[in-house]
C-alpha cells in the first residue's frame, strides 16, 4: 500500500483537488478517455511499443550525471537527472509519446495541444508526425515570438499552429482557446495537454508517462551512491517533470521532496507564477488547485521569465502532496534561475532551459546551508538552447 503515492479517485480527485469542472458531454468523454487509459496502461502490447519508443526514439534512459565542479564549490554532491538529453530537448516526450499512442488505439486522427515555451508542442507535433496524426498546436502571441526556433520546428514537422492573441496572449489563452477546439472536435481529435493539469484523467495519464523519470532515477542513483538523495528538486509549472521525479522518492521518507515555483519578478499579483505560495483554491480549465486568482475570483495573470512555467494553477496531486505535507513547496525568482543559467553553463558544460534553472538555482542556494556531502538530486527538465536567443538580449554576459 502506497501511503503518499496515490491515485486520483474514480472522479479524478485527490483529496479535494482535481476533478472534471466541464459540461456533461465533454465529462463523458473525459471518462471514457480514462477507461480506455486504464485498460491500456497495463496493456503488455501498448507497453512493448511504448517502451521501445522511449529507447530507441526518445533516448532513454536519461544518464544521472554528478556535477563535480559545483559539488566542489557548493560543499553539497549535486546530481543531475538528465531530461535535457531526450529528443526534442525536455521531459514533455515521455508523455506526448503515451499520448500519441493512447490517440491511435482510440481511432482519434487528430492530437490538439497548447504550448508555452513551445517544447510541448514540439514534443506533441514530434510524436504526431511518428504516429501519424495530425496535429494542431495552440500558442500566445508573446511566446510564439520569444519562442520562435520552436514554432519554426513544429512547422517543420507537420503541425498547424494557431496563435492565441487574446488576453495576456500566452499560455492560459492557448489552453483557453485550444479548450474552445477541442469542444467542437472531440470525436475526432485528442487533446494532449502539456502536464499534470486540466481535467481528469488528464493528470493522472501524463503522470503516469512522466513517472518513468523517477522510476529510472532512484534506480541509478543508488547504483551510482548506494544511498538515496537527502533532497530531490523539480521546478514547477503544472508540475510534470516534478511529479515524475518526486514519484520515485514519495514513499522513501528519509528523501525530503522539493518543488520550486517561479516567483518572477516579485510576490505581488502578476509578477509571478508561484500557484500555491500566493494562489487560493479554484478552479481553473476543468480542475481544482490552487489558482492565482484577482479579487474577483477569476484567474489572474501569471509570469516568469520562463514561458514553460508562467501558469496561474497547478496539477491537483502537488496540492495534495502540499497539504499533507509530504513535499515542500518554495520559490525562485527571474534572477535566481538566469545566475544558475550561467552558472552550470559555465562550470559544468551544461546549459540548462530557463525552467529548470529555477530548481538548480534554489538547489545551489539550499547546498550552502546543508551539512557538507548532503546529496542533492535536480531534474534537468530540459536544455536551454531554445532560451539562448532571449537570455542573451535581455540578460547578456559574456
Ligand atoms: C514545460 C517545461 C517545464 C514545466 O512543465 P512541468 O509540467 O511543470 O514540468 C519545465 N521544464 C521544461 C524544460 C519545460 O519545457
Redesign the pocket.
Known sequence: MQKYNIQPDENGFFGEFGGIFVDDNLKKEFLKIADEFLKLKDDKAFNTELDYLLKNFAGRPSPIFHCKNLSREYGCEIYLKREDLNHTG???INHSLGEALLAKHMRKTKIIAET??G??GVAVATAAALTGLKCDIYMGEVDAKKEEPNVQRMKILGANIIIAKSGQRTLKEAVDEAFRAYLNEYETATYAI???VGPHPYPMIVEHFQSIIGKEARKQFLEQTNTLPDYVIA????????IGIFDGFLEDENVNIIGVEPLGKGEALGQNAASMAYGKIGILHGFKSYVLQNEDGTPSNAYSVAS??DYPGVGPKHCYLKDIKRVQYVTADDNTAIDAFYELSKKEGIIP?L??SHAVGYALKLSKKLDNGSKILINL??RGDKDINYILKNYGRI
Open positions: 525536455a521531459h514533455k508555452g515555451a517544447q510541448h502539456g502536464s499534470v521546478c514547477m509549472g503544472g508540475g510534470s517533470n516534478a514553460g512555467l532551459a525552467e529548470s527538465s530540459g
